[in-house]
């Protein structure tokens, strides 16, 4: 289905002649899946965001769910916008849950919906166990989707007057301990996962940029590796390569048996998945001794971050290897351990338990 603006006054979604991959396309393509599966790969995402939303009305269709042309609507503003399959995606799927709410409480005209239906949707997400995570990301993509319906007076401004928001937990990051990531080392024996480990734990990658990345983006003369474009917030970086992830890198190349031009790839040349990787890694996890932590492979990027401010680096610098837009992502690994911050504390305290305290911290009996 190739999609097209036919009227500027009111803008709908039109299907002409349909494209010869979206029948094996909308067969796999689900919402809720990881964006690292083989369509993205095989198909162009101006296709894959064009069948997403093709999905998407079918959906609303299918359910009788009221608000179908207005969703449309949205789902194209964020074609239009350049947004991710990803972003299309998650959007979606709160929009969806949301128009089923509306559903079952018998609310069949979505101009008609008011503070009062975004709070007992909001409770009732928190009703089914959701994490206040999850929650909170549902309640800025309806809140996107409603901004964009009051913008074109579909709905009340009254709506994006004091916000509902959930307190989310400022958790601190989840770095590796360094004996274990010693044991973790110490039992890996094929190539290819020595390498992936190594990688991601001297580059601070993320998996999905690490199963993206080709021969061309590395140049092993410089140990660099070149991310144009992240899958996460389209913002290209280069990372480095320590000399151990360099031979482990160099050992994997000759022993791979399929020359393909991902780095990484499966039985008969296929591109890994996350799972497949997620499943090893936990299967390494298991043979170190090391299951029962709750370890993931999004920590060894905590731990690079970890290791590498133990080290002295700046958190300016740390920032662009990590790839975050904000410093204040970065600044949360200086939370979870700073050996400056450390040291001073026990010299401090030292002083303390030798000298005693000196200053008299009593208050007056006669002062309030």
């Known amino acids: 289905m190739n999609l097209e603006v036919v009227c500027v006054e009111t803008p709908r979604l039109v299907p002409t002649q349909p494209s ?4 094996e396309l909308k067969r796999k393509v689900t919402f809720g899946s990881d964006g690292h599966g083989d369509v993205e ?9 064009q069948v997403l939303i093709e999905i998407a009305l079918e959906k609303i269709a299918a359910q009788g769910l009221c608000g179908a042309e207005h969703v449309g609507q949205y789902l194209m503003d964020l074609y239009r916008r350049n947004c991710r399959p990803n972003t299309i ?12 709410y509306l559903k079952a409480k018998a609310r069949n005209l979505l101009e008609l919906v008011c503070r009062e239906d975004v709070c ?10 959701l994490k206040p995570a999850s929650i909170s990301c549902r309640i800025d993509a309806l809140y996107a989707f409603i901004r964009f319906l009051v913008d074109r007076e579909v709905l009340s401004p009254d709506l994006l007057k004091r916000k509902l928001r959930v307190k989310v937990p400022d958790s601190l990051p989840r770095a ?5 990531v010693r044991g973790l080392l110490a039992v890996i024996q094929r190539p290819r996962d020595r390498a992936l480990v190594l990688i991601l734990l001297r580059t601070g990658m993320r998996i999905g940029e690490l199963l993206n990345t080709t021969l061309s983006d590395v140049n092993m003369p410089e140990k660099r590796i070149e991310i144009f474009e992240t899958q996460k917030n389209r913002v290209g970086r280069v990372v480095y390569l320590a000399d151990d992830a360099c031979q482990a890198l160099e050992d994997w190349l000759m022993a791979r048996r399929w020359k393909t031009e ?16 997620r499943s090893r890694f936990v299967s390494l996890l298991n043979q170190a001794g090391l299951a029962h932590k709750g370890y993931t492979l999004h920590c060894l990027r905590h731990t ?6 133990n080290a002295g680096m700046r958190l300016e610098c740390l ?27 026990f010299r401090a305290m030292a002083k303390i338990e030798k000298e005693g305290v000196h200053g008299d911290y009593r208050c007056h009996y006669q002062l309030p």
């Open 262 to 277: 991902l780095i990484f790839s499966g039985q008969g040349g296929r591109p890994l998945s996350y799972e497949v990787v």
């Open 89 to 100: 995606r998650s959007r979606f799927a709160t929009i969806l849950v949301f128009l089923q």
């Open 176 to 180: 590796i301990d360094p004996q274990d």
């Open 304 to 309: 690079f971050a970890s290791e590498l401010l």
């Open 41 to 49: 790969r095989a198909a162009s995402e101006v296709l894959l965001k």
């Open 319 to 345: 920032q662009q290897l990590l790839g975050h837009s904000s410093i204040e992502m970065t600044r949360r690994y200086a939370r979870l351990t700073d050996i400056t911050r450390k040291e001073e504390y």
């Open 120 to 129: 007992a949707f909001i409770e009732q997400e928190q009703d089914r166990g």
């Open 20 to 23: 010869s991959h979206h029948g």
